[in-house]
């Protein structure tokens, strides 16, 4: 069982920088792969960015080349530095397992606003 717990959200100007932490519980992540992932208001949830328990990394093409994920096994938890923001990233963010969420992992998220 594992929780994960994201933080880092809030306002930012197009083009600025944001950092978003997920807290992960248990002593398996760094065996997990896992993402983060958005959701805007009255759209679906997509998979922004993933990385394996070695380290490979994949990113939609919305955020490649803005966005980086990263993880630190030893502290249990995932980043997603956001570079070059867009109001389109406006949405709430959160963490999980990739490439299959688990409906039972889902956190409360942490709400991105890019505006001016």
């Known amino acids: 069982q594992v929780q994960f717990v994201e933080s880092g959200g809030g306002l930012v100007q197009p083009g600025g920088s944001l950092r978003l932490s997920c807290a992960a519980s248990?002593?398996?992540?760094?065996?997990?792969?896992v993402g983060w992932y958005r959701q805007a208001p009255g759209e679906q949830r997509d998979l922004v960015a993933a990385?394996?328990?070695?380290?490979?990394?994949n990113y939609a093409d919305f955020v490649k080349g803005r966005f980086t994920i990263s993880r630190d096994n030893a502290k249990n938890t995932l980043y997603l530095q956001m570079n070059n923001a867009k109001p389109e990233d406006t949405a709430v963010y959160y963490c999980n397992l990739y490439p299959h969420p688990s409906r039972n992992y889902w956190g409360q998220g942490t709400q991105v606003t890019v505006s001016s």
């Open positions: 248990g002593s398996i992540f760094s065996l997990l792969r």
């Open positions: 990385i394996t328990s070695g380290g490979t990394t």
